[in-house]
């Protein structure tokens, strides 16, 4: 994997379905509309994305994105910090109650000048082949890259599908 292009520093991507992306900020093209992520957006509020992360095809990986155009969690005001916390928190309790990881990694790095939050999905292959830690993300990441199939596309999907209609069965703000 190309250390530039991770985690959107680079002009352009290509996501997982084989669409090719270019950009200014990934973060913001995706907030514009102007990257449609595979699956579609699973849930948007007033401040915050949610939707699968569009260059690492993992069952579940998902990808808390701000609208507005900040580095750092600590940047947000008040309405937005509460916002980000209940999606995070709505995505984890999806993931865990659909049955489709038990446990996720958070990782928010602002490095890619654009805050987003990974909820990275641990998934029983992936500690069989690497181990299980942050310090094994990026591996994983790459693996997945190489080798995605069509099965593994479909599940991806399928899961989106499943955590697109939980957030519309909850109220997140309660």
Not at 62 to 82: A, D, G, M, P, Q
Not at 87 to 96: C, D, G, N, R
Not at 131 to 136: A, D, E, S
Request: aromatic share 10%.
């Amino acid at each position: 994997m190309n250390d530039n292009n991770f985690a959107g520093n680079a002009r352009s991507a290509i996501d997982f379905l084989g669409n090719k992306w270019n950009y200014d900020c990934m973060g913001c093209a995706i907030s514009r509309g102007d990257i449609k992520i595979p699956g579609g957006i699973i849930y948007e509020g007033k401040h915050t994305l949610l939707g699968a992360d569009p260059e690492i095809p993992i069952p579940g990986f998902l990808i808390v994105n701000t609208k507005r155009h900040v580095n750092s969690f600590s940047e947000l005001n008040k309405e937005e910090r509460i916002e980000v916390g209940n999606v995070i928190a709505y995505a984890e309790k999806a993931l865990k109650e659909l049955n489709i990881v038990k446990e996720v990694t958070l990782v928010q790095e602002e490095r890619s000048k654009h805050l987003h939050i990974w909820i990275f999905p641990t998934h029983g292959w992936m500690i069989e082949k690497f181990g299980k830690g942050i310090k094994y993300l990026r591996d994983i990441s790459e693996y997945a890259q190489k080798n995605v199939s069509e099965e593994d596309i479909k599940e991806i999907l399928n899961v989106i599908e499943k955590i697109k209609k939980y957030f519309e069965q909850h109220d997140i703000n309660n």
